[in-house]
């Protein structure tokens, strides 16, 4: 659960995803943004209806959120 986690903890080993889908491939997590998008615009998606704080602890999303980082911060 997120009240287990300091708000250091949040900012370090958080990972920024789609509110809709839960991807990573999202217009914050890109070195060049696209700024005519919302900063919350999920390229899989196409939807910008928020972010969510994908934490460690979610076995499932929060490896695939950092597989979809680490190649968005490559290009």
């Given at each position: 659960?997120?009240?287990?986690?300091?708000?250091q903890e949040i900012v370090e080993e958080g990972i920024e995803v789609c509110a809709s889908c839960g991807s990573a491939n999202i217009n914050f997590n890109k070195n060049n943004q696209d700024q005519s998008k919302p900063i919350e615009h999920c390229f899989d998606c196409d939807y910008a209806e928020g972010l969510a704080?994908?934490?460690?602890?979610?076995?499932?999303?929060?490896?695939?959120?950092?597989?979809?980082?680490?190649?968005?911060?490559?290009?």
């Open positions: 659960m997120m009240s287990n986690y300091s708000y704080t994908c934490m460690p602890n979610d076995l499932h999303f929060y490896q695939e959120a950092k597989e979809t980082l680490n190649k968005l911060q490559e290009v």
